[in-house]
């Protein structure tokens, strides 16, 4: 069956048939009419139990905090959900400020963990039928994601054509650079703008946003193979730290300075963006991941002389955080959606192909690719992929 067939057959209401107490039985999705409302996935049944992730001790160190279950009860979703076979979730480096209970200080272990996901709907509740159904593909921005089932609210859920990481990758890191350089950026055509971690999942957006703008984009990175990469997404001066040093190149190949730095590394990278401000520059913090992995997650800056700089050059710093712009989100990724159609939207995306043991593959390949990002050597967005296509899409 085609996924239009599929999304041409009207809402089949279905209820859950539920195993003993405590068993968790291969789930058939029977019409009992007596339990939660779901749908069916044309002929595949879901099982009664999946593979997830939970944060157990709150460690900004993933593999201290998280432990794999390996047989997690399949959530059921409620009445306005969305339940969610994951083909790929995505890593993220905020993924280990989660772990650490930097979010919520408050929060109660254990919980779940994981920010993004793009599957296939396999089932959904009654009001939620209203706007998706049963093998569509979404992707979403949700908690909980690192699991082969997680129920998502369908609100946080977007129809994509096909469940590929390339929309996944639209969804945060996209959006992230999307969003802040149109709404703190105020970006002109012919303005220099810095990216830092520039070949990463959200920087290699915020340099192909950049140069639509219009503007002159220097990328920061760690070496040659992501400087290509920049290069081939029309970064104008992929600067590869590793090789040559950022603070000199930048005093003597921009004098006047830049005008925006989206800035997500922190740190002494901070310090020397801050010298590299232009008059009325405006850094934005995106992140500072040089600092994650410590025990405060801050790395230090020289604070101190911040406040004489900015007002030297009537510079700004602005902090973005994406779950503070959402009313801007709809917009951003329709837009980015539409340039990807066009082909005018690099996604990279990086499996974990080059990794030392292989492609992330099964949820298990988390860890992995949590510590492929904080060892600097992954090219574009990381996802894991976590289950082969469902049947029904492989026919497409
Ligand atoms: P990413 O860029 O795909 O991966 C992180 C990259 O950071 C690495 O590949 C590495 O690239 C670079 N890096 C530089 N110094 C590092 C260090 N000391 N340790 C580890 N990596 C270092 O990751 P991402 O998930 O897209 O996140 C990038 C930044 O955006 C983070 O600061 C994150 O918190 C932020 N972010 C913010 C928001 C928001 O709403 N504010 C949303 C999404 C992401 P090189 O080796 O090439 O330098
Ligand atoms: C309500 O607003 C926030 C914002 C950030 C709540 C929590 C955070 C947070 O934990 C983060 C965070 C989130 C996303 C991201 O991309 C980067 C960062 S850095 C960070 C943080 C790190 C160390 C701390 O001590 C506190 C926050």
Do not use: W
């Not at 390996?70 to 969305?82: F, I, S, Y």
């Not at 408050?106 to 396999?122: M, Q, R, T």
């Not at 303005?191 to 290699?204: N, S």
């Amino acid at each position: 069956m085609s996924s239009s067939s599929l999304r041409r057959t009207g809402p089949r209401v279905f209820s859950v048939l539920r195993g003993a107490a405590g068993v968790a039985p291969r789930r058939r999705i029977v019409d009992l009419s007596y339990s939660a409302h779901f749908m069916d996935f044309h002929g595949s049944s879901i099982p009664g139990s999946m593979k997830k992730l939970l944060v157990t001790r709150l460690s900004h160190d993933f593999r201290e905090a998280v432990v794999l279950q390996a047989a997690a009860p399949v959530p059921t979703p409620g009445d306005g959900d969305l339940l969610v076979r994951n083909r790929f979730v995505g890593i993220n480096a905020s993924d280990i400020n989660y772990s650490a209970g930097r979010y919520d200080p408050s929060v109660k272990l254990p919980f779940d963990v994981g920010f993004e996901g793009v599957g296939e709907v396999v089932g959904l509740g009654l009001s939620a039928s209203a706007h998706h159904t049963v093998g569509e593909a979404v992707a979403y921005f949700s908690d909980g994601a690192f699991a082969e089932y997680t129920v998502v609210p369908s609100k946080k859920a977007v129809s994509v054509p096909a469940a590929k990481p390339e929309f996944l990758s639209l969804l945060l890191s996209g959006a992230t650079a999307y969003v802040a350089l149109k709404r703190l950026g105020d970006l002109a055509p012919g303005d220099t703008v810095l990216v830092t971690a520039a070949a990463g999942g959200t920087g290699q957006f915020a340099v192909q946003f950049a140069k639509r703008a219009g503007c002159h984009v220097i990328g920061t990175c760690s070496s040659d193979e992501k400087a290509g990469f920049l290069k081939t997404i029309g970064c104008d001066r992929p600067i590869n730290y590793v090789a040559e040093d950022l603070g000199q190149t930048l005093r003597r190949e921009y004098p006047s300075g830049v005008d925006v730095v989206y800035e997500s590394v922190g740190g002494a990278v901070f310090d020397v963006a801050v010298n590299a401000l232009a008059n009325k520059g405006r850094l934005i913090v995106i992140g500072f991941i040089s600092g994650y992995r410590s025990l405060s997650g801050i790395p230090s800056i020289r604070g101190g002389t911040l406040p004489v700089k900015l007002l030297q050059k009537s510079a700004s710093v602005r902090g973005f955080f994406l779950p503070h712009f959402l009313h801007d989100y709809q917009d951003a990724l329709g837009s980015m959606m539409e340039m990807l159609a066009r082909g005018k939207l690099v996604c990279e995306v990086d499996r974990g192909e080059m990794a030392p043991e292989g492609s992330f593959v099964g949820l298990e390949s988390v860890f992995r690719a949590v510590e492929h990002m904080y060892a600097g050597k992954n090219l574009g967005k990381v996802v894991v992929e976590v289950a082969p296509p469902a049947v029904a899409s492989s026919k497409l």
